[in-house]
């Protein structure tokens, strides 16, 4: 059966003179590197890339970067009526949007409802009300939780982004975010572990030994902690972790922090470790059939989980199943 494919028209707005102060974030960085895009130019970055999308494939526009609905509202007005053109005609499916929780009012969602915006993703980090003051994000649990209400309420896909090991932050209390975003009923998710980037308070508190990163164990297994909730209430999830990007590296805008180009394959093939220790395989040769899109996690990043497995007696071959979805697994043994 082929699936459908999807793609994602990025459109990165900055939100300028920001006046929050999240410690993870670097705003004068922000602010010096990009401009803010005129809605002719959202036409024209629009236009070429439907130019190179092939037929038939589910298309939206993103609007990502900063807070979306606290840019002035007339410019927000803006952009969204030229998006909406294309969702109008045809031409793409939805339109996504990202946010702080704090900036979602029903008015605000009157606007967004009017000029056709599908999926609203919200920044909300941490449910912790200490770990969100202490990292500066200037609002507590309950906006989260409020806006995550208001949107329910209408036709949105809701995200709820979250971040793992903020200032204050355990792994009990990413537990229970994880857990909350579950209850608050979000349809998707990003998991992203804190980096400290130049330029940040995070950096300062980092220099004065006042916070320091999740090692890149920590980071694995946390990260495989919270993808199991989301994984067993069906939370899509979008992300998990930060690519290196050409700025995003060690001796460049990166200080510090668990970043890794197969940072998901990692955690997945970890994940798929701890399905081999539950499941009570029999020694000796055996076939083990896993979804396709599982196949390489669950043989393991360079091959961990298979090598493992064979250091223990089992000699396993892995096979892709099409019959098969997400950790479902058949064993056969010859
Ligand atoms: S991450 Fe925080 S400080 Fe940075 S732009 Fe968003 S709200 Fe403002």
């Known amino acids: 059966m082929s699936r459908k494919k ?6 990165f707005i900055p939100e300028l003179a920001c ?5 993870f974030c ?14 002719n130019e959202i036409g024209q970055i629009i236009d070429r890339y439907l130019a190179t999308i092939s037929e038939g494939t589910e298309i939206n526009i993103a609007f990502f970067g900063g807070s979306f609905t606290g840019i002035p509202r007339e410019e927000m007005i803006h952009y969204l009526k030229v998006a909406h053109t294309y969702v109008k005609t045809g031409k793409v499916q939805g339109i996504r949007i990202s946010t702080r929780p704090d900036y979602i009012t029903n008015p605000i969602l009157d606007i967004l409802e009017q000029y ?11 449910t912790n009300d200490k770990v969100l003051v ?10 989260i939780e409020n806006a995550a209400k208001l949107i329910r309420k209408r036709n949105f896909e ?32 990003r998991i992203y572990p804190t980096v400290v980037v130049k330029g940040t308070v995070l950096e300062k508190m980092y220099e004065k030994g006042e916070y320091q990163t999740l090692s890149m164990e920590d980071a694995l297994s946390w990260s495989k902690e919270v993808l199991k909730i989301f994984n067993e209430a069906g939370v899509k999830v979008l992300r998990v972790g930060l690519h290196p990007s050409e700025e995003l590296e060690l001796g460049k805008s990166l200080v510090a922090g668990p970043i890794h180009p197969s940072f998901k394959e990692m955690v997945l093939s970890e994940l798929w470790g701890d399905v081999f220790k539950d499941k009570q395989l029999h020694k000796g040769k055996s076939i083990i059939h896993v979804a396709k899109n599982q196949l390489n996690y669950a043989i ?11 250091t223990k007696g089992f000699d396993i071959k892995f096979v892709a199943d099409e019959n098969l979805k997400d950790f479902e697994l058949d064993v056969c043994y010859n």
Do not use: W
Not at 116 to 126: D, K, M, N, R, Y
């Open 6 to 11: 999807h793609c994602n028209i990025p459109i």
């Open 19 to 23: 006046s929050h102060q999240c410690v």
């Open 26 to 39: 670097n705003q004068e960085k922000i602010s010096n590197t990009f401009s803010v895009p005129t809605p």
């Open 116 to 126: 056709g915006v599908t999926a609203i993703e919200l920044g909300a980090q941490s």
């Open 134 to 143: 202490k990292s500066g994000r200037g609002h507590r649990f309950d906006a």
């Open 158 to 189: 809701l995200g709820l982004q979250m971040m793992l090991g903020l200032p204050y932050d355990t792994l009990e209390l990413s537990l229970q975010t994880a857990r909350d975003i579950v209850r608050l009923k979000a349809d998707t998710t």
């Open 300 to 310: 393991g990043y360079k091959g961990k989980n298979r090598n493992a497995l064979l």
